[in-house]
């Protein structure tokens, strides 16, 4: 049975709090119960544990220096010998007795397959910044890490002892090179340690597996699949961009008496011929066959929805669901934007004839010249208000015509109000000027009679053009958020032309190699 898909809802309820499933979010509630059993554990857990934390890191320090000594940060070479023996025994032992400390109880599942079987682990989903304890399980592999991360004290050592691909932001061909760098590893038929990479980028909440980026996948050699599970009554991991910060959680988790981690390897995926010429394909039925084993569905979110969900939140508003939703979808529809761009004269013009008709999927697909398919009726299902099979075309070109423009341009606001200025009179009603706001500019939070009240000065009973226009420049977080989306937009057809370059953009930083990683600076 394949995962389940999260689709979309219709628009009205994806520009209200997001009821679709927001991966980006740490809800969990603490009871006055919880805080108490907290409180009255940490008091005597936390001191003991920093301690014993402590001395860990005390013995663990000098054996990475040895191990690390007078060996090049960029070695051409794998380490050998005793250097291997230290770093896949001793350095191993010693990470499995820091977690212990810290109060891990692992339960691992399957079977780990060798390198020369499997080059490259990939691991999901990416939830916390305890996900560090994968690496110790697995027998210290490779990573991907910021150069950065090197100088950090003590860790930057430790990291060391993992041999990882190096990206450095300041390098413009960084990128590229930890794409070959990844590649040139995991076809080097064993010659080098597996590479272990969490493909989706960012950290989550586990409740859904994200798109995942195509860098564990490029090389097109077998991976093998490794999922982790936090099944603990009360969630004190869970590091999200909207949540506990990570101070709090790592008071909260030194606090309980264990927390329970399991790491299940997955089979082996060998690729076919297709997979193996198309990345996103081998991609998403790696993912497909993790969800499954986690029993959790799949959606098409990704990094970049995750920072226009940062944006959303720090201007807080609550339709960034609705932003994401839209374009997903036009992804799926392959849509082009900038042939999209030089239809929307055409499309306002048929948006205009409507005369504020309404249109049914059969008119949607003529209009955009697509066949009916699941794709399309998603699309249609979002402009469909109140399910009933018709959709205002006006808000579909509204929608279209800021993702394809600079937001609030007065080009734009002048098209938006034209389209619901029905009888041409340059003055709006109230019911028009609620619909105008929500199309064009996602307004949902509003009352609507107490603003139109104030911006209908002469109690005309209409909003004319300069008024409407006149709220609209006083609202620039709206257009700041549409800019935002734009630009992903933009950051999406970049990565499309040519996923070997940017591929790892999100994922790099974002690979958890240690224990203090800040998912929150990526």
């Given at each position: 049975m394949?995962?389940l898909?999260v689709?979309?809802?219709p ?5 209200l ?12 509630k ?18 003991i ?17 040895i ?32 977690y ?7 339960v ?10 499997a ?5 999901a ?16 592999p ?5 150069l ?31 794409i ?24 989550t909440n586990?409740s ?6 195509q ?25 999200t ?55 959790v ?29 839209f ?20 499309f ?5 004839s ?9 008119e ?7 066949p009916?398919?699941?794709?399309l ?14 959709i ?5 070109v ?9 937001a609030n341009t ?22 028009e000027f ?10 949902s ?5 107490k ?10 009973g209409f909003i ?6 006149s ?24 990565q ?27």
């Amino acid at each position: 049975m394949p995962p389940l898909r999260v689709f979309a809802l219709p628009r009205q309820q994806s520009l209200l709090l997001p009821a679709v499933i927001n991966p980006f979010v740490q809800d969990t509630k603490l009871s006055k119960a919880a805080i108490t059993k907290c409180v009255l554990l940490g008091i005597f857990l936390v001191p003991i544990r920093a301690v014993l934390v402590s001395l860990v890191l005390m013995v663990t320090w000098p054996v990475a220096f040895i191990i690390t000594f007078n060996h090049p940060v960029k070695g051409a070479e794998p380490m050998t010998g005793w250097r291997r023996i230290m770093c896949r025994r001793v350095m191993a032992a010693l990470g499995r007795a820091y977690y212990f400390c810290m109060g891990f109880r692992v339960v691992i599942k399957g079977r780990q397959v060798d390198s020369s079987e499997a080059p490259i682990l990939a691991v999901a989903p990416h939830s916390t910044f305890f996900d560090g304890i994968v690496c110790i399980v697995a027998g210290m592999p490779s990573t991907v890490s910021r150069l950065e991360n090197l100088a950090t004290p003590i860790f930057g050592r430790l990291v060391r002892c993992l041999q990882p691909v190096l990206v450095s932001r300041k390098d413009p061909d960084s990128r590229k090179n930890t794409i070959q760098e990844i590649e040139s590893r995991a076809k080097s038929l064993g010659h080098w340690p597996q590479v272990l990479i969490f493909p989706e980028g960012t950290c989550t909440n586990r409740s859904c597996l994200i798109t995942f980026k195509q860098g564990a996948f490029i090389p097109g050699v077998p991976v093998q699949p490794v999922v982790m599970r936090y099944p603990n009554k009360l969630d004190t991991v869970s590091w999200t961009w909207q949540g506990f910060s990570s101070k709090t959680l790592l008071l909260l988790t030194l606090s309980q008496l264990y927390t329970t981690v399991e790491i299940e390897f997955l089979p082996t995926h060998i690729p076919t011929e297709e997979e193996k010429k198309c990345p996103p394909l081998f991609a998403s039925r790696v993912r497909d066959k993790m969800a499954k084993a986690l029993g959790v569905p799949v959606t098409d979110h990704t990094y970049e929805d995750c920072r226009l969900m940062i944006s959303a939140g720090e201007l807080t508003l609550p339709m960034e669901a609705g932003l994401v939703e839209f374009t997903k979808i036009s992804r799926k529809l392959n849509l082009k934007w900038d042939n999209v761009k030089k239809e929307l004269e055409g499309f306002a013009s048929m948006a205009t004839s409507c005369k504020g008709g309404r249109i049914n999927i059969e008119e949607f697909s003529s209009f955009l010249k697509l066949p009916v398919n699941p794709a399309l009726e998603e699309l249609f299902a979002l402009f469909d208000r109140n399910g009933d099979g018709t959709i205002d075309f006006r808000e579909y070109v509204i929608g279209v015509t800021i993702l394809c423009r600079p937001a609030n341009t007065e080009d734009v606001l002048r098209m938006a109000f034209k389209l619901f200025d029905t009888d041409e009179d340059e003055r709006i009603t109230r019911e028009e000027f609620t619909a105008l706001l929500r199309s064009a500019l996602g307004v949902s939070n509003i009352n609507m009679a107490k603003l139109f009240k104030e911006i209908d000065a002469d109690g005309s009973g209409f909003i004319t053009f300069n008024e409407f226009q006149s709220f609209a420049m006083s609202h620039p977080e709206y257009a700041k958020l549409f800019t935002t989306y734009l630009e992903l937009q933009r950051y999406q057809a970049i990565q499309e032309a040519n996923p070997g370059e940017l591929e790892l953009s999100g994922q790099i930083s974002d690979v958890q190699e240690e224990s203090i990683s800040d998912k929150k600076d990526d």
